[in-house]
């Protein structure tokens, strides 16, 4: 069930560290099979690697669960954060994750800046992946031996070779300060409220709707993957497109997903804070025209 | 002289097993291109003026009234160059 970027850096790293990686499997509904994830951890695992939330369906996976049996097989767990921590209350700390990474652009900052969380003993172990200016503590040439001697820096410094991306984090700064003003409690209640309306409001509209995934909206995000009958996912699109209302259409960056679904694509729509029932009203009014098609 | 590219902005391949490419004319030619389109294609269905399902030398598109195109079983980017030219020029 993961997006791309959750995949492909994994098979790049595993042709160079000689690693295997197996893939836990999902139920028709989108779920996460846990019972078939939880046989293939065992003590030879070394590191999980999961989405909190679905990028495609929206599903919240329970990554306690996940990281309790990870961690009793000596395992470690990264979570890719980038659809839970703009929607939802995430602590790091209760869910037990050792890595944890999100977006800037997901929760209205900007692109280019993300963040990757790490537990500090685990920072302290690693190694600098690149070098450069700021990372360092010392860079001492001996005159007698011709070599160079480096002390790195403390973490999180020596993981940030270079000029930083000042006005991104800045911005991020900005965007996590307005996000957590207005509670990231509240944040989830309101979009659940709104998907929960979207679902019903879009079944009620359109005879050829086609919901993908969970119809249970208790264990979904504000993301809902749809077709309509007869229709491919960019047609919907475009067509929304011509009244002010964007989607996304195709793979969505989870390509094996929509593989399990036998879908060629599909349509999705994400809401967030700055979107209302109005719209959502519209919204199923236009998919209602476009199926007439 | 008059090319593809004086109407076209940009091509791109859709995702999907049956890959497409959506075709964007360039804003200020694109009611100009939509009308030659329209006036050369046969037109099978259309809705709210917005979508048009048209047909050309056996090729199905949908052409949108936002500039868009989406073509499908196009055989490669040089047999859809051609189709442009020929729908366009």
Avoid at chain 1, 127 to 141: H, S, Y
Avoid at chain 2, 22 to 33: F, G, P, S
Wanted: proline letters at 2%; glycine letters at 8%.
């Amino acid at each position: 069930m993961e997006h791309h970027s959750n995949i492909v850096p994994w098979e790049l790293i595993s042709k160079i560290r000689r690693f295997t990686i197996n893939y836990a499997k999902v139920n028709e509904d989108g779920t996460l099979n846990y019972e078939d994830f939880e046989n293939k951890i065992s003590s030879r695992t070394k590191l999980i690697s999961l989405s909190h939330v679905s990028n495609f369906s929206g599903i919240i996976n329970d990554v306690k669960r996940i990281g309790k049996v990870a961690h009793e097989n000596g395992a470690l767990m990264f979570v890719d954060g980038a659809q839970s921590v703009p929607h939802m209350p995430v602590d790091v700390r209760d869910l037990d994750a050792d890595f944890m990474a999100f977006s800037g652009h997901k929760m209205l900052g900007p692109t280019g800046i993300g963040v990757l969380y790490g537990k500090k003993h685990m920072l302290e172990m690693m190694a600098p992946f690149q070098g450069g200016g700021e990372m360092i503590k010392d860079v001492v040439f001996n005159q007698k031996t011709g070599r160079i001697g480096i002390d790195w820096n403390d973490t999180p410094w020596k993981f940030e070779a270079g000029t930083p991306n000042i006005c991104g984090s800045v911005a991020l700064m900005e965007a996590i300060k307005y996000l957590e003003n207005i509670g990231m409690s509240e944040i989830l209640k309101y979009e659940k409220n709104l998907t929960e309306y979207a679902m019903k409001t879009m079944q009620n509209c359109c005879s050829k709707l086609l919901l993908y995934g969970t119809s249970d909206h208790s264990l979904k995000c504000g993301i809902m993957p749809f077709g309509i009958a007869g229709l491919s996912s960019h047609d919907i699109a475009l067509f929304l497109d011509n009244y002010g209302i964007m989607i996304r259409s195709g793979f969505h960056c989870a390509q094996p997903l929509h593989q399990i679904f036998k879908l060629q694509s599909s349509a999705r729509a994400s809401f967030y804070i700055y979107n209302t029932r109005t719209e959502i009203d519209r919204f199923a009014g236009v998919l209602k025209e476009i199926e007439q098609f | 002289m008059v090319t593809v590219e004086d109407y076209v902005a940009r091509i791109e391949e859709t995702c999907g097993e049956e890959k497409g490419s959506v075709v964007t004319l360039k804003y200020n030619k694109k009611d100009e291109a939509i009308a030659k389109i329209i006036k050369k294609a046969k037109l099978k269905k259309s809705l709210s003026g917005i979508i048009f399902e048209l047909e050309f030398q056996g090729i199905s598109f949908r052409m949108f009234s936002s500039g868009k195109a989406i073509f499908k079983n196009v055989k490669n980017k040089e047999s859809l160059h051609d189709l442009l030219a020929a729908l366009l020029l």
